[in-house]
């Protein structure tokens, strides 16, 4: 369908997107590493229960650890080889979780479940449970449990708004998959009962509108270019023109929305029978010297990544797991792809400016981009005081989605986005205490 | 990999935007409307605008170097204190006593300039914890305590003598305070001397509009000020002022006074510098709006019952209160609905 336009709200930023560093480059499929740690803790919920042993040996696709109840999501081996290890250590966001160490044969023996034909909603169901999907854009929720909502859904939206700066690898999946994208987002819509789909696309990325534009059953809308654009809540405004309510899930309503990465995940489990052990990344970023879209296979270290992309050129300042409004600074190389990583940015001194804060003007304009019209300022002026309670009353901290546009936006560098952090964690200690 | 690599919350880009490159907006903002003094006003006006920047620099910078971390140890490294001083300073106090020296009429004298700017930068901003942390602006807050102790000199401009055309024009007010207290100046002032500032009397900053026009201009165009909130400040009291000269005995609603109110005395300089300053105006949009508000009805009701320039005054009291401003008018997160109320009984 022809491209409409999306629907105004108030808030976000615009951020120098510097997307035409890795755009135009086609995707590459990443050499198999010979050892990747995969950890068992990559989506929402608890994490995945182990079940290989030490010195067995496993083929590329096959299970080696099992979802723990509802809330979790199955993890696969993503190369042929020996389990070399089963250990604990941190990951790149400081947790420390379990990983297992997977020593590569280069046999690239495959084994996948079973293709669906002409597939039920429940068999799809299945599938995207037992192929391990989660949400690809970044938080990570186990895409079964998403598609099983408890009201009726009457409307898919596929996320391809890619608001985050650097990242590319929507973009280039949008333009090489955008058919395969379809059909995931129509068993999607399939499994929760005959949903319209939906697809938001910022306007910065024409040639994916064009992509999309031939499909007939398929709404596809222009976004205005604004971060945080690709928020869940924003998007479904944009797209749909609904408000999902605060404290209120998207299916409450009517609309789920999935990552273009998730509804291509979908599509390979269920026509090819391909578990989620491999997704596109971006490497970019000023210190990087070929900047690529990659194929990976989760648990492949950042080290292996960089090297391939030709390694740094000049000095790294911030080495980054994921988005730059939303990733993880890391500390070395020496952490894994998972699920849900969009990219890998080594940035200069230039880039990421590490400046030391001055003094807060309450000028407003972190209230002003604030794209759930919150006041971080107060947040941070009451929880520097050690006063969290007023910190989350007066600035509606508890609503925030820690999109740090505010941050990015403050002229006095302040660190908003931790002072939120820290406010969130102390008022849910203070319930939890007040609930013993 | 080098061992100096930064680890910290997202976001990891920032932009570009700083405290310093907002203050040197404002202060490049205030250049034509200074400019305009000096050729109005000759080197007198260029001699108190210099007496207020240097005074305001110059004590922020000794408050800065007496105040916290021990006098004596601070005198022992003079020299690495001063360049921690050059590596804060942020360009706020330049902004202070620029705007101060701007709203003072031409016949102050250097030295109560000098007491004015020590009593801005001193008492309303530093004392007060400094940048970002002051209740008033200290410029109107320094204008204020000058016309209430300097009262003959400050507040009637009376140096005009080299562009005056007509010296029944200028005999001491500035065009709107002659107004105000029934004089028939308007009737003699074109508007569009009005708007240039050729032969008026007033404030060193105040007189030029297109000066201030284009200051306006700049600061919307780098978007450090939003541009509806001097324009509703400024159209909105001279609205009111209008309705309220109507109902003044043997007068008519008379829509042409509007632009002799809006363009008089100091309306426009504050609104456009004063009453936008960051630190000492509303955070929230709806909390802006009631401020602006209440900025133009306090002005049109003060100018109308004291006839006197009441600018500073207004947005000084309307400062004060900013605060329950803040903390009650708070704009509900995306997608909130009020939930309708039951009606109980029946």
Redesign the interface.
């Given at each position: 369908m022809k491209a409409v336009k999306g629907k105004f709200?108030f808030?976000g930023?615009h951020?120098r997107d510097k997307k035409s560093l890795s755009c135009d480059v086609p995707t590459e499929v990443l050499p198999e590493p010979s050892v990747v740690c995969i950890s068992t803790h990559q989506s929402l919920g608890k994490p995945a229960v182990p079940c290989v042993e030490v010195g067995q040996s496993v083929v590329e696709g096959q299970l080696i650890a099992k979802a723990n109840g509802a809330v979790s999501s199955n993890v696969f081996a993503s190369v042929a080889g020996v389990v070399r290890e089963i250990k604990q250590m941190p990951s790149a966001s400081g947790a420390e979780e379990t990983f297992v160490v997977i020593q590569s044969d280069g046999s690239q023996f495959k084994e996948y479940l079973p293709p669906l034909v002409q597939p039920s909603p429940e068999q799809i169901l299945e599938r995207i449970f037992q192929a391990g999907i989660v949400g690809m854009g970044g938080a990570g929720f186990p895409a079964a449990v998403k598609d099983a909502p408890k009201t009726p859904v009457d409307t898919l939206v596929i996320n391809g708004a890619e608001c985050e700066?650097y990242l590319t690898c929507d973009h280039r999946l949008m333009i090489e998959h955008a058919d395969e994208i379809v059909r995931g987002a129509r068993y999607i819509a399939a499994a929760l009962g005959g949903a319209a789909i939906a697809i938001g696309i910022e306007r910065n990325k024409p040639d994916c509108i064009a992509a999309f534009e031939p499909y007939d059953d398929v709404k596809v809308v222009s976004l205005a270019k604004r971060y945080p654009m690709g928020s869940e809540?924003?998007l479904i405004?944009s797209v749909v023109g609904r408000?999902?309510?605060?404290g209120k899930l998207p299916a409450d309503a009517g609309v789920i929305v999935h990552n273009v990465g998730t509804a291509y995940a979908v599509c390979q489990a269920v026509e090819l029978g391909k578990p989620l052990y491999e997704r596109e990344i971006t490497v970019s970023g000023g210190a990087v010297a070929s900047p690529k879209n990659l194929w990976v296979k989760i648990g492949t270290s950042v080290k292996d990544v960089i090297d391939y992309c030709g390694g740094?050129t000049g000095?790294?300042?911030?080495?980054?797991l994921g988005g730059?409004?939303?990733?993880?600074?890391?500390?070395?190389?020496d952490k894994y792809i998972t699920k849900t990583s969009g990219g890998i940015?080594l940035?200069t001194s230039k880039?990421?400016?590490?400046?030391a804060p001055?003094?807060?003007?309450?000028?407003?304009k972190c209230?002003?981009v604030c794209?759930?019209?919150?006041?971080p300022?107060?947040t941070a002026f009451y929880s520097n005081a050690g006063d969290f309670e007023s910190a989350a009353k007066?600035g509606?901290t508890m609503?925030c989605i820690?999109c740090?546009a505010c941050?990015?936006?403050?002229?006095?560098?302040r660190?908003l986005?931790?002072a939120i952090?820290k406010t969130k964690a102390a008022v849910r200690t203070a319930k939890a205490k007040e609930e013993k | 990999?080098?061992n100096?690599?930064?680890?910290?919350?997202?976001?990891?880009?920032?932009?570009a935007?700083?405290?310093k490159?907002?203050m040197l907006d404002v202060i490049i903002a205030l250049l034509p409307a200074a400019i305009a003094g000096i050729v109005f006003f000759g080197w007198r006006a260029a001699v108190i605008i210099a007496a207020a920047v240097l005074t305001a620099v110059i004590a922020e910078f000794v408050y800065y170097f007496i105040y916290n971390g021990g006098f004596k140890a601070k005198c022992a490294n003079a020299g690495g204190v001063c360049i921690s001083w050059l590596k804060?300073f942020?360009f706020t106090s330049v902004v202070t006593g620029l705007i101060l020296a701007l709203i003072l009429p031409s016949t102050a004298e250097w030295y109560e300039v000098v007491i004015g700017a020590l009593f801005a930068i001193i008492i309303v901003k530093m004392l007060f914890g400094?940048?970002?942390?002051n209740l008033v602006n200290p410029a109107a807050a320094g204008r204020v305590m000058m016309f209430l102790s300097f009262s003959i000199t400050t507040y009637v401009a009376t140096n005009f003598e080299p562009i005056s055309l007509d010296s029944n024009l200028f005999t001491g007010a500035t065009h709107l305070s002659g107004y105000l207290l029934g004089g028939t100046a308007s009737a003699k002032m074109e508007w569009i001397d009005l708007f240039m500032g050729v032969g008026l009397a007033g404030c060193i900053g105040e007189t030029c509009k297109l000066a201030l026009v284009i200051g306006y201009l700049y600061l919307v165009i780098r978007k450090v000020i939003k541009w509806w909130q001097p324009l509703l400040y400024v159209v909105l009291s001279a609205f009111l002022s209008v309705c309220l000269a109507a109902t003044a005995e043997g007068a008519s609603f008379d829509i042409s006074l509007f632009v002799d109110y809006a363009l008089s005395g100091g309306l426009m300089f504050g609104a456009i510098f004063m009453a936008t300053d960051?630190?000492?105006?509303?955070?929230?949009?709806y909390g802006?709006l009631v401020y602006y508000i209440l900025l133009a009805v306090l002005t049109s009701l003060l100018r109308f019952y004291t006839k006197l320039e009441v600018v500073s005054f207004v947005i000084m009291i309307m400062n004060l209160i900013v605060p329950l401003i803040?903390?009650y008018i708070?704009?509900?997160?995306?997608?909130?609905?009020r939930e309708k109320k039951v009606k109980e009984g029946k």
């Open positions: 709200f808030g930023v951020i700066p809540k924003h405004y408000y999902v309510r605060p740094e000095r790294v300042t911030k080495a980054v730059p409004m939303t990733g993880t600074a890391i500390a070395d190389y940015l940035m880039e990421a400016e590490c400046s001055t003094a807060c003007l309450n000028c407003g209230a002003d794209p759930m019209h919150l006041m300022m107060q007066l509606g609503h820690e740090g941050e990015y936006v403050c002229p006095a560098k660190p986005i931790q952090r | 990999m080098d100096s690599i930064v680890i910290s919350t997202p976001p990891h880009v920032k932009s935007r700083t405290t490159g907002i804060q942020d400094g940048t970002g942390k960051y630190v000492t105006s509303p955070k929230g949009v802006q803040d903390t708070v704009r509900r997160p995306f997608g909130y609905k």
